[in-house]
């Protein structure tokens, strides 16, 4: 599909296996038995994986998720505390920048265990503004004035055209909801 992750994924795969296969040729060139080898290894992987459960849990964790995409590079996201563009999506850990600059590492596993919202998944997205007007205006002005402003911000989507509510009778305010949608990506 032309997707840098999956790309990144196979290529990684790929490595791993030709690599694996590779010693194994070269070791039984060197005479040695794959019986003993296949035996050895078997009681070592279980030491080992005993020992690297959390690192293979990232490890398959990033497998899971460049497979399952639930978010691609570029894409705008929030994963628990952090929200930020993915920068690079790696077997051990997702990068994401946030939107103050920082780079913020997350280990796979703690990505897949947590929800994620992708904020740019959709073509368009709605926003909420609340504006707090006197009781003394008037509200169908007060509309039209919030209306006329809104068609003049660029990047706005028409369809489905503006919203503006009325969300509470505050205190000393009335509290009005203006909802309207914009394209996710900027």
């Known amino acids: 599909e032309g997707d840098r992750s999956t790309e990144i994924l196979i290529g990684r795969l790929c490595y791993g296996v030709v690599w694996v296969i590779g010693n194994v040729v070269a070791l039984g060139v060197l005479g040695l038995d794959f ?3 296949l035996g050895t290894l078997g009681l070592t ?12 849990s990232n490890y398959i964790s990033g497998v899971i998720l460049l ?8 894409d705008q996201i929030v994963i628990g505390d952090y929200e930020g563009t993915v920068v690079q999506i790696q077997l051990r850990a997702t990068t994401m920048r946030t939107y103050d600059g920082r780079l913020v590492y997350i280990p796979n596993q703690e990505v ?4 994620i919202t992708n904020n740019t ?9 609340i504006v707090g007007v006197d009781y003394d205006a008037d509200l169908s ?9 809104l068609m003049q911000v660029e990047g706005l989507e028409l369809d489905p055209p503006p919203l503006v509510l009325v969300q509470e009778l ?9 909802r309207f949608w914009v394209n996710s990506r900027q």
Do not use: H, M, W, Y
């Open 45 to 56: 992987s279980v030491a080992i994986g005993f020992s690297l459960k959390d690192v293979l």
């Open 112 to 115: 897949f265990q947590r929800s």
């Open 35 to 37: 019986a003993t080898l």
């Open 67 to 74: 497979a399952a995409r639930p978010f691609r590079i570029s």
């Open 141 to 149: 002005r007060v509309r039209q004035i919030i209306a006329e402003a």
């Open 170 to 178: 505050a205190a000393s305010t009335v509290n009005l909801k203006v």
């Open 121 to 129: 998944a959709s073509p368009v997205r709605r926003s909420d503004v």
